[in-house]
């Protein structure tokens, strides 16, 4: 059984994105909303980016991956607009 992770994506302006994989697929990067990102870069910092992706989490079980991802999001407070790129769930 493969494993599945959530993972952490860190872009240059420090902004996170939590998300899963069912896969663990190497060359996913999520599903984050791109027009959001775009809006925090300019074309000249679009030229050459670093962007981090962290595996914080690892299960075979794809109930507690996704019981965990949301958890994640609220404990990273990546749905928080000032410091990340999840829309959901919504940030309080």
């Not at 896969?23 to 670093?50: H, V, W």
């Not at 991802?69 to 829309?87: A, R, T």
């Amino acid at each position: 059984m493969a494993l599945k992770v959530i993972y952490k994506i860190t872009y240059p302006n420090g902004k996170i994105y939590i998300g899963k994989d069912l896969t663990n697929n190497i060359n996913y990067f999520g599903s984050a909303n791109s027009e959001l990102i775009a809006k925090d870069f300019t074309r000249e910092t679009r030229r050459r980016m670093t962007i981090i992706k962290e595996i914080i989490f690892e299960s075979e079980s794809i109930e507690e991956i996704n019981k965990r991802e949301s958890e994640f999001i609220k404990e990273y407070q990546s749905n928080n607009p000032e410091v990340g790129y999840n829309q959901w769930p919504k940030f309080k």
